[in-house]
């Protein structure tokens, strides 16, 4: 894991991950860092080739101790997602809105939009998420406020 890492993104996270010894949560954090730089990549409008995910770091900061970390439950009042890029050091940003979600306790899915300061005052409205669970042409489930789907985080 730690050698796919150093391969893909930053000595910073690297070095967050290498810190964790239990193997599966080092995974689970893995994935999680993963899933929120791709979706950084997507709101940028570029493809991986185009903003590879070792330009950037992708860090949360607790608002109230100024520690980072990855793991945990984050409220977007206690926490911010910090956004460093090495590339164009004039978009180190915390400009931007994150979802963290656990689907089914097998996989995750991560949202990123950046903030619109012009509606609603400082960072905009908080995002509402809506989940389905869809099999095409049999079933539509909406899944929000079940077991299925699990909000980790939500930071800004």
């Known amino acids: 894991m730690i050698s796919f890492a150093r391969r893909y993104f930053s000595p910073q996270e690297v070095d967050l991950l290498a810190s964790i010894s239990d193997p599966e949560i080092q995974r689970c954090e893995f994935l999680k860092l ?22 950037f770091t992708i860090r949360y900061r607790a608002a109230t101790e100024g520690g980072l970390h990855l793991s945990g439950n984050c409220s977007s009042e206690a926490s911010e997602i910090i956004v460093e890029s090495f590339d164009e050091t004039k978009n180190l940003t915390s400009n931007w809105h994150f979802s963290l979600l656990e689907l089914a306790h097998t996989h ?9 300061n012009n509606i609603g005052g400082e960072g905009g409205p908080r995002m509402k998420l809506t989940a389905w669970k869809t099999i095409p042409f049999v079933e539509d489930e909406c899944v929000t406020g079940t077991d299925a789907i699990a909000t980790l985080s939500c930071l800004s």
């Open 34 to 55: 993963w899933t929120l730089k791709e979706s950084y990549v997507k709101a940028l409008g570029r493809g991986f080739s185009a903003a590879p995910f070792k330009s």
């Open 108 to 116: 995750y899915a991560a949202v990123c939009v950046e903030k619109d």
